[in-house]
Structures are given as structure tokens and as C-alpha cells.
């Protein structure tokens, strides 16, 4: 090896290491504040983060090898929208959006999430990462001031 090819190749090295360290900060910076679950392109659950597993009172173990339906009211889960939801992440579309979810104890939780299809070096989707924020109590006090307005627009309209 010439001498004038090893730095260069350290260099190279260097710039590998930081960007993987930057990688690897960014990794940890999301686990630290997401919920994140990962699914098979037909929403069979992978592998999913403490942040996730906390939210749903759930343990890794309960949920790895099931389906995401198991989060999904029964009605939800049997309709159209839902089968079309999955075929649209399995195409390698992205969604997101506010989506209302069931813990196993069949209360509810409301997430801001997106769901990413992730992609292989031919560029087709081969499983789905979902990155979600828990908004419940955000969302039950919307709904709370919504019922709030509703029954002061019905009394002041009987008066």
C-alpha cells in the first residue's frame, strides 16, 4: 500500500465512524422520545421499544409474532379501510395522522404516529416502522371541552 492511499483511506475511515456515531445518536434520540413499533409488510408485530410497550401496559413478549390488529377496535379491524390501510404500507406508501388504539386492557389510546414502509436495496418495501407520540390525555380533554361546547349551544338554544 502507497503511503499517499493510507491517509486517504483513514480518512475515509473517519468520516465512516462519524457518521455512523451521528446515525447511532439519532437512533437513540428517537427511542429516547417515540414510541416505536416495527411490523412485517402484513402487520405482524416485530419488535417494539419500551416507550411503546409502556404506553400499551403491555411486555415485548405479548405482542412480538401478533398481529397490529390486536390494538384495533373488532369493527375497525374487519372493515375495508383497515385491509386497505395495510395494502398501502405493503405499495410502500407513508401515513400518518391521529389513530385511536386499544391497549390488551381495552382502554384507549390515542396516537400522532407515522408509519414508515421501510425499503430494500431494490427499493421495495420490506417492513413498516411506526413512530408514535401518546396524545391521549390531549385528545380527552378535546373531547371534553367539545361536549362542553355542545351542551352549552343546547341549553342556550332552549333558552
Excluded at 405493503?90 to 391497549?103: A, T, Y
Aim: with cysteine; hydrophobic share 40%; charged share 30%.
Amino acid at each position: 500500500m502507497s503511503t499517499a492511499s493510507q491517509p486517504r483511506g483513514l480518512l475515509t475511515h473517519l468520516r465512516l465512524r462519524r457518521r455512523d456515531a451521528h446515525l447511532e445518536g439519532r437512533l437513540a434520540a428517537i427511542e429516547r422520545s417515540q414510541a416505536v413499533i416495527e411490523f412485517d409488510l402484513d402487520g405482524t408485530i416485530l419488535d417494539a421499544n419500551a416507550n411503546f410497550l409502556d404506553a400499551f401496559g403491555c411486555r415485548l413478549e405479548d405482542v412480538r409474532g401478533r398481529h397490529h390488529r390486536m390494538f384495533v377496535d373488532a369493527d375497525e379491524a374487519a372493515g375495508e379501510g383497515y385491509r386497505e390501510f395495510w395494502r398501502a404500507l405493503g405499495r410502500g406508501e407513508f401515513l400518518s395522522g391521529q389513530f385511536r388504539r386499544l391497549r390488551p386492557d381495552g382502554r384507549e389510546v390515542w396516537l400522532q404516529a407515522t408509519y414508515n414502509p421501510l425499503f430494500d436495496d431494490a427499493g421495495r418495501p420490506v417492513r413498516v416502522v411506526k413512530f408514535a407520540s401518546d396524545i391521549t390525555a390531549q385528545k380527552q380533554r378535546d373531547l371534553d371541552t367539545g361536549g362542553q361546547i355542545a351542551a352549552i349551544e343546547q341549553a342556550m338554544a332552549v333558552i
